[in-house]
């Protein structure tokens, strides 16, 4: 059974950036699409970016500061972020397109003016 756990979150100031990273385990990482979501509190978990195939997405909040990638060799992937807004606040997860596999715990971004 797959598993995730992100990391990279904090407290940064809007304008600043911060590069989430997702290590995953338990499933061949490189044979599948690679997502990440995140959840405010008290809102359904929205997803963020995914990459799958060679096709990128990026919910329209979020495109052009943020870049997804992954490194297979280390069955990791990553969520670059840049010009931070107070608005992108959230707990941050990885996961696949298709939520394949349990959620992790998640990595916390918090954004102050």
């Known amino acids: 059974q797959g598993t995730f756990v992100e990391s990279g979150g904090g407290l940064v100031q809007a304008g600043e950036s911060l590069r989430l990273s997702c290590r995953a385990s338990g499933f061949r990482f490189n044979m599948y699409g690679v997502a990440w979501y995140r959840r405010v509190s008290g809102k359904e978990r929205e997803l963020v970016a995914s990459?799958?195939?060679?096709?990128?997405f990026y919910t329209d909040s979020v495109r052009g500061r943020f870049t997804i990638s992954r490194d297979n060799t280390k069955n990791t992937a990553f969520l670059q972020m840049n010009d931070l807004k107070i608005e992108d606040t959230a707990v941050y997860y990885c996961?696949?397109?298709?939520?394949?596999?349990?959620w992790g715990l998640g990595t916390q971004l918090t954004v102050s003016s």
């Open positions: 990459m799958r195939a060679g096709d990128i």
């Open positions: 996961n696949t397109p298709g939520k394949v596999f349990n």
